[in-house]
């Protein structure tokens, strides 16, 4: 087998129709709403804080995960010819894997970046000065780059010879074990031992600031200062574990006898989720604020007017 078919998620012409104006929707929208956040990250000075380097670094690869699966989806709708060749498919799960593995990291660092100005306020200008956050993202893009390369350059070692029939709209890991002909034992092994210490760590360092942070909102005084407080970070709690709940059942749920519902869940983490980020992130929270970068090159604590444009919270 050189060339696999992958498989979308209706039969019925005029669902598909339906599905192609609705994801066309999605995937424009996505691409709109993350772009006007890179443009205004980069260009106004008022938002180059820590918040809003990683919310572009987010940003982006919202629109990058969701550009490695909407376009091919697409396609599929209004096209028969569903089939993809074997280094299509292979670069489309790597870039998969790269995009989500560090959005998982990325994730967690934003997470301590909250943590920080919220429960060490008089010292964020030196937790997460420039150089901090730059090395920090540095490594995020990094790592994930390599946790991909792990993956992918052990997928190659797979053939296949009984179906071709990927049950998904795009290439992904799980799929390929399920139709290959070889032993996928080191495969599965490479997936449980690096995946989960991956989602374990992730998880540690996005949830427990979260904990941290919920211990500082309960020493405020004020009622309306700990509702908004709460819903701030509760909504940040729940697109971030949708994000995790998805990839844990794409990841580590055997995929033989769920394959509808498995279509569902890549749909939320692979196209959804990108668009919900910068909802969440950037319109949806707005009350608490870092402080600016100041024209030197330090962080100082903002006038009233600071944070205007794009609204995100802290």
């Known amino acids: 087998v050189t060339d696999f078919r992958l498989t979308t998620l209706s039969d019925n012409s005029q669902t ?25 990250v980069f260009t106004d000075l008022h938002l180059h804080t820590p918040m809003y380097f990683f919310l572009g670094n987010l940003a982006f690869l919202d629109m990058s995960l969701s550009s490695v699966t909407a376009p091919r989806m ?9 089939s993809i060749s074997f280094p299509a498919c292979m670069m489309q799960i790597f870039f998969l894997i790269y995009f989500l593995a560090t959005e998982l990291l990325l994730l967690g660092a934003m997470s301590y970046d909250r943590f920080a100005a919220i429960s060490h306020p008089l010292h964020y200008i030196h937790i997460m000065s420039w150089k901090v956050c730059s090395q920090l993202a540095s490594l995020i893009w990094v790592s994930g780059f390599f946790y991909s390369l792990v993956h992918t350059l052990c997928s190659l070692r797979l053939t296949f010879c009984d179906s071709n ?24 092994l490479i997936t449980v031992t690096f995946g989960g210490s991956l989602l374990l760590v992730a998880f540690a360092i996005t949830f427990i600031p979260y904990a941290r942070i919920f211990i500082t909102i309960m020493r405020i005084r004020t009622k309306d200062g700990k509702l908004k407080a709460f ?29 509808d519902l498995y279509k569902i869940v890549s749909v939320v983490y692979a196209v959804i989720n990108p668009l919900l ?5 950037s319109v949806r929270n707005k009350d608490l604020k870092p402080p600016p970068l100041s024209g ?11 944070l205007g444009k794009v609204k995100q919270c802290h």
């Open 16 to 40: 598909l129709c339906i599905l192609f104006l609705v994801f066309l929707l999605i995937y424009m929208n996505t691409l709109i709403i993350n772009s006007l956040i890179i443009i205004l």
């Open 231 to 259: 819903s701030t970070c509760t909504s940040h709690l729940a697109v971030v574990s949708i994000f995790y709940a998805s990839l844990i059942f794409t990841y580590f749920v055997p995929t033989t006898s769920l394959v």
């Open 277 to 281: 980020n910068p909802l969440i992130y």
């Open 74 to 82: 697409l396609s599929d709708f209004i096209t028969t010819n569903n």
């Open 165 to 188: 029939v990927i049950q998904n709209f795009f290439c992904d890991l799980p799929h390929l074990f399920q139709i290959s002909c070889t032993d996928t034992f080191i495969n599965l």
């Open 296 to 306: 030197s090159g330090r962080w100082e604590i903002p006038s009233g007017k600071a």
